[in-house]
């Protein structure tokens, strides 16, 4: 069973950054595709990035593309997204992640995903 946790979330203003983690216990998430989703009050869960578990390639929602960036660290035992120039409409409760199945792409929709962390709150307000 793969267990998820999401760290870094906060209050921020806006134009700042924060970086969130996502760490998985007694696993390595090398070569598994890590997705960040976020959902904010009263609107559907959307598709943030991707970093994928086939070859490392790097996927962006359009409403993030510039702003975010999606890297495993050295170990490959956390995935991060560091957001910059955030924004008020950034605000939502993030999530990562993963269909636990070695050397896959990234899927379409959350639909795709099995595991996920219990989500951690960022807010950007002045």
């Known amino acids: 069973q793969v267990q998820l946790v999401e760290s870094g979330g906060g209050l921020v203003q806006p134009g700042g950054s924060l970086r969130l983690s996502c760490a998985a216990s007694?696993?390595?998430?090398?070569?598994?595709?890590i997705s960040w989703f976020r959902q904010a009050p009263g609107k559907e869960r959307e598709g943030v990035s991707c970093?994928?578990?086939?070859?490392?390639?790097?996927k962006y929602a359009d409403s993030v593309k510039g702003r975010f960036t999606v890297a495993r660290d050295n170990a490959k035992t956390t995935v991060y997204l560091q957001m910059d120039s955030l924004k008020p409409e950034d605000t939502a409760v993030y999530y990562c992640?993963?269909?636990?199945?070695?050397?896959?792409?990234?899927?379409?929709?959350?639909?795709?995903?099995?595991?996920w962390g219990q989500g951690t709150q960022v807010t950007v307000s002045s």
């Open positions: 992640a993963t269909d636990g199945v070695l050397y896959s792409d990234c899927g379409t929709s959350s639909d795709d995903y099995d595991f």
């Open positions: 007694r696993f390595t998430l090398n070569y598994y595709t």
């Open positions: 970093i994928s578990g086939y070859d490392g390639s790097t």
